[in-house]
């Protein structure tokens, strides 16, 4: 996670009203604001990878699939979030405007600077989320993916996947070869 930004303590409502009026992405926890870095070519290559191969195979389903500038909200942790990627299916979602609360699934693409807060604190915070079934983490450098699934008892189990499986995401019945995933980063 980045150091936090300048900024006095906000309300959820000031960082919303604040954040519409900033030439620079923030993420949200507690009322501090925290400024997020750019992507790498290979990061942002990797989740339009996701979000197009998502987005055909969601088509013409209640699903729909968001990315980068679109914010989720947790409102028991008082925290907003941009995901690279995540898939709700929620009508209330589909017409907000500023932040969603009801993702299936949520994919973030790990950078070095992130990759420890998008493992520890901001799974705890995403877990929150009730309608939220699996967590995707990639990784470019290892080309490796970790899928966390929640189960029918509430518990989150990793599902590994290495270079030539398939990434079968159950939470929107959806299958995603590693190539097309991995298309065009080198």
Request: charged share 25%.
């Amino acid at each position: 996670m980045a150091l936090p930004v300048g900024v006095p303590i906000l309300s959820p409502e000031e960082y919303l009203r604040w954040e519409t009026i900033q030439p620079e992405k923030h993420e949200y926890v507690g009322g501090e604001v925290f400024a997020m870095g750019g992507a790498s070519r290979r990061h942002v290559t990797i989740f339009g990878n996701l979000f197009s191969a998502l987005d055909e195979a969601l088509f013409g389903t209640p699903y729909r699939v968001y990315m980068a500038d679109m914010k989720i909200e947790i409102a028991t942790t008082s925290s907003f979030f941009y995901p690279d990627v995540f898939v709700s299916c929620q009508p209330d979602d589909h017409r907000a405007e500023l932040a969603m609360r009801h993702p299936v699934l949520v994919a973030e693409v790990l950078s070095p600077s992130t990759a420890a807060y998008d493992r520890g604190d901001k799974f705890i915070a995403y877990r929150r989320l009730a309608p939220l079934k699996e967590y995707l983490l990639i990784d470019p450098d290892q080309q490796q993916l970790e899928l966390f699934r929640k189960g029918s008892d509430g518990l989150w189990e990793l599902h590994d996947f290495v270079p030539g499986q398939t990434l079968e995401l159950v939470s929107v019945e959806a299958t995603i070869s590693w190539e097309r995933l991995f298309r065009n980063v080198d």
